[in-house]
């Protein structure tokens, strides 16, 4: 390995048959190169996917109501459901173990929202103070309503970037100032912002009492909305929150007198049970990669096992002639295969160093939806080269021997 | 320098002596490129004896043979067999290398040996870049560069013009006049007797053994 006479040799012959060599390296560099974008896409899905999630929280469980389909306990279907504030609390008490963040809401019906005269078309919301961290907001400004804005059903208002941004235009300061809303002032208290986005700012939220109070709500919840405390593992998570949701469901069901199988009544979205089918479906999809990534090296391995079966084919007069001089059948099959573990390892590298200098330089810049950041693991990357390596000199190495082992007279007599 | 003493073919015994320049001929299919591998070790005899330089050479692996090969035998081919992507001097060293004699001293060798067959100029070019007796010449200087026992000849002139042959003939026998034995395999009756012994072969037997009074080739050229 470290025969320097050999090395001068090998770079002899690589110089004077630059495109059979070319041609190997081309093959392997594109093999590794084709197979560390696609695992690093992969990779990107997954980021994509895990950011598209973590704006919002990611164990959070709504609930919400529709008319019953079926007949129940002699009551008849399509009687509408209307989840009410013993419910919120019932839950809130019986759960409080698994429970973190909790909230409903009531959609204020026919809301005008007005400031100084003008006229702005946003929907208000009562809300829980836990609704901020079930929504994934944050603050930019202010507060948002807490426990004693409900308690004392207060007139304040929690407003977002958005808003603040189309009614004050950035030059006025919102906290303190009023906004009319159905004929009755509510002082701004806070400016939220939403994780998941702009689309989600579109909304103007007051305390749930005040909601209910104030706009003849009685006790009136449209949804329910909870986070549960985290725990260890991601599957304990998800086997938590569906026995959670489960229970929940059952004693709304049966609160409501609504039949247990009846679908449409009672809707519990779990985002958990959504992560796990998403994380399924991406496991999946980073199978295929792999598959692809494999079939490419193998299609690789084989594109360098045809190119040494050739090379030994064409070199056959000359290991003849070598033998002829006196060069013993290792020193062929050790140059051979010399040459074609130089040749792969560099255009492996090559391949390499091309994909996640590539990935390295544009992948930071990749903002298409569930595709961010794409990257790939170093180790993963740098096996695959050495595979290839291997693999290109294992391929080698049956041509190589039996060249170097065949008489020197069929040798010399191969045209 | 040592005797050669064989039984080859169906019952073939010479023994030629050092400095000898011996042809052997016959027409086609009579077993003489065969006894000529199997002098040059590529071959192997089914039975009979076979010794070299004192050195008797039976059950060769290819290891061994490859050490033989390189240690006391030249060859020079009908069809030349340089290396195309070589240029000559590199082909010259070529043996050396196969001897882990380092680079520089191969390359003074091998020049040495273009010098003494009339091609130091062409050192640098690329057998295609040759004549058909040039490359011969460089092909000689191959054989004789790793100072082989003996140099074995399987047809050196097949493939040249008879200008070029007589060339390539005086070549050898100038190498010839320096001591060095060679073994010259031809169907050709005038290059058969340029050499100083013709051994004539028929049917895988010596029906003739002679020694001859050697024409120069230097009067043709």
Same mark, same amino acid.
């Given at each position: 390995?470290?025969?320097?006479? =050999? ?26 190169? &084709?197979?560390?974008?696609?695992? /690093? ?19 959070? &469980? ?16 399509? @009687? ?43 929907? *208000?919301? /009562? *809300? ?10 944050? #603050?930019?400004?202010?507060?948002? &309503? ?66 209910? @109070? ?27 929150? #569906? =026995? ?30 959504? *992560? ?45 002639? @070598? ?8 020193? &062929? ?68 021997? =039996? ?13 | ?24 001929? %016959?027409?086609? %299919? ?9 002098? %040059? ?14 050195? !008797? ?7 061994? +043979? +490859?050490?033989? $090969? ?24 070529? !043996?050396?290398?196969?001897? $882990? ?25 690329? !057998?295609?870049?040759?004549? %058909?007796?040039?490359?011969? $010449? ?58 100083? $012994? ?24």
């Amino acid at each position: 390995m470290f025969d320097i006479e =050999r090395w001068q040799e090998i770079f002899d012959t690589i110089r004077k048959n630059k495109l059979r060599t070319f041609l190997t390296g081309l093959s392997v560099a594109s093999g590794i190169f &084709i197979l560390v974008i696609l695992l /690093g896409f992969g990779q990107g899905m997954q980021n994509g996917i895990a950011q598209e999630f973590e704006e919002d929280a990611s164990n959070r &469980i709504i609930v919400w109501t529709q008319v019953t389909t079926k007949e129940h306990k002699g009551l008849n279907p399509g @009687r509408p459901i209307q989840i009410r504030n013993e419910n919120y609390d019932f839950i809130e008490s019986k759960f409080s173990e698994v429970l973190k963040d909790k909230s409903a809401n009531l959609f204020v019906s026919n809301a005008q929202v007005n400031y100084k005269k003008e006229s702005v078309g946003y929907s *208000v919301q /009562g *809300v829980h103070d836990g609704f901020q961290f079930v929504e994934n907001q944050y #603050m930019s400004q202010g507060r948002y &309503i807490n426990y004693h804005d409900h308690k004392n059903v207060s007139k304040v208002a929690v407003i977002s970037n958005v808003i603040k941004r189309e009614i004050f235009k950035n030059s006025e300061d919102p906290l303190n100032e009023y906004l009319d809303i159905s004929g009755i002032k509510f002082k701004i208290i806070g400016v939220y912002g939403d994780m998941g986005g702009e689309r989600e700012e579109e909304r103007i939220f007051i305390p749930m009492s005040t909601a209910q @109070r104030v706009f003849n709500g009685s006790d009136k919840i449209n949804n329910l909305y909870y986070t549960l405390q985290p725990v260890e593992n991601f599957d304990q998570a998800v086997a938590e929150s #569906m =026995r959670f949701s489960n229970d929940m469901k059952r004693y709304l069901q049966d609160a409501h007198t609504v039949a247990p199988d009846d679908l449409s009544a009672i809707n519990v979205f779990n985002t958990l049970e959504e *992560v796990k089918r998403f994380f399924t479906l991406m496991n999946g999809i980073k199978l295929f990669f792999w598959f692809v990534g494999i079939c490419t090296i193998i299609a690789g391995v084989v594109g360098v096992s045809n190119i040494m079966l050739i090379v030994v084919k064409e070199r056959t007069r000359e290991i003849g002639v @070598r033998k002829a001089l006196g060069a013993k059948p290792w020193s &062929i099959v050790g140059m051979i295969l010399h040459e074609s573990i130089f040749v792969t390892a560099i255009s492996g590298f090559v391949g390499l160093i091309f994909s996640m200098g590539l990935l390295e330089l544009l992948g930071p810049y990749i903002e298409v939806d569930y595709i961010v950041n794409p990257s790939v693991n170093f180790n993963v990357a740098i096996s695959t080269v050495f595979v290839l390596i291997f693999a290109g000199a294992a391929a080698g190495f049956f041509p190589a021997w =039996r060249a170097a082992n065949i008489h020197v007279i069929d040798a010399l007599r191969d045209e | 320098m040592g005797s050669n003493s064989l039984h080859v073919l169906k019952g073939i015994n010479f023994t030629a002596e050092s400095g000898e320049l011996v042809a052997i001929m %016959g027409s086609s %299919g009579s077993g003489k490129s065969t006894l000529l591998n199997i002098l %040059g070790m590529l071959d192997e005899a089914d039975s009979g004896e076979y010794t070299l330089d004192g050195v !008797p050479i039976k059950n060769l692996n290819e290891t061994k +043979a +490859a050490k033989y $090969r390189n240690k006391f035998l030249g060859f020079v081919f009908q069809s030349f067999n340089l290396i195309n992507y070589k240029s000559a001097l590199e082909n010259v060293a070529l !043996p050396l290398y196969y001897q $882990r004699i380092p680079r520089k001293e191969r390359q003074e060798r091998a020049m040495k040996y273009l010098e003494q067959v009339g091609l130091k100029e062409w050192a640098t070019h690329l !057998p295609n870049e040759l004549s %058909g007796g040039q490359k011969q $010449r460089v092909a000689i200087a191959r054989a004789m560069a790793a100072e082989p026992k003996v140099l074995l000849a399987d047809e050196p002139t097949g493939a040249l013009d008879s200008t070029t042959s007589y060339e390539v003939m005086d070549l050898l026998q100038k190498i010839n006049d320096l001591g060095n034995t060679i073994l010259v395999v031809t169907h050709e009756n005038d290059i058969a007797h340029m050499c100083k $012994r013709i051994i004539y072969l028929k049917d895988g037997v010596i029906v003739k053994d002679e020694k001859v009074k050697q024409v120069r080739a230097s009067e043709y050229v």
